[in-house]
């Protein structure tokens, strides 16, 4: 009977666990770490004629948890959690420590009113209204094309 080992997604299976576990090399190969370290909330982005929307999915944070910056044209959208939780008994004390964070950032288009931007937060759903500017050319939704 033979015995195939497979490797899915860089985690150790089958018989060669412990000289995969120890092989540091593929645990920290490019990108393993970061697909673990970090999360990107789904995101929905909408234009009207006067405005963006952005709503991004973010269960789990509270509104203070936010931090919402512009900067030359870039938006950015971060959030960090830390909780710990400690439970001491008569023989035991147990502690657990949670993080949750992520950053997002956004090229805003020339547009975009940076001075006229308004969040909230309900429902795990974060939400983002960035105002068009007034003089802001409209989208045209017909365009003549020739050919030549």
Do not use: C
């Amino acid at each position: 009977m033979s015995h195939e080992t497979k490797h899915t997604n860089n985690f150790p299976t089958g018989r060669n666990f412990f000289q995969d576990f120890f092989d540091a090399d593929r645990f920290f190969a490019p990108g393993f770490l970061e697909s673990i370290n970090k999360s990107h909330p789904a995101v929905n982005i909408k234009e009207s004629d006067r405005q963006f929307e952005l709503e991004l999915a973010t269960p789990g944070f509270e509104k203070n948890d936010f931090k919402i910056e512009v900067e030359n044209g870039i938006l950015k959208v971060s959030a960090e959690k830390k909780e710990e939780k400690t439970e001491e008994k008569k023989n035991f004390t147990k502690k657990e420590f949670s993080f949750n964070s992520f950053e997002r950032s956004f090229m805003l288009p020339e547009t975009a009113d940076e001075n006229e931007i308004k969040a909230a937060y309900k429902h795990g759903i974060l939400s983002l209204e960035i105002s068009k500017k007034k003089d802001a050319p409209k989208k045209s939704k017909k365009a003549k094309i020739s050919i030549s």
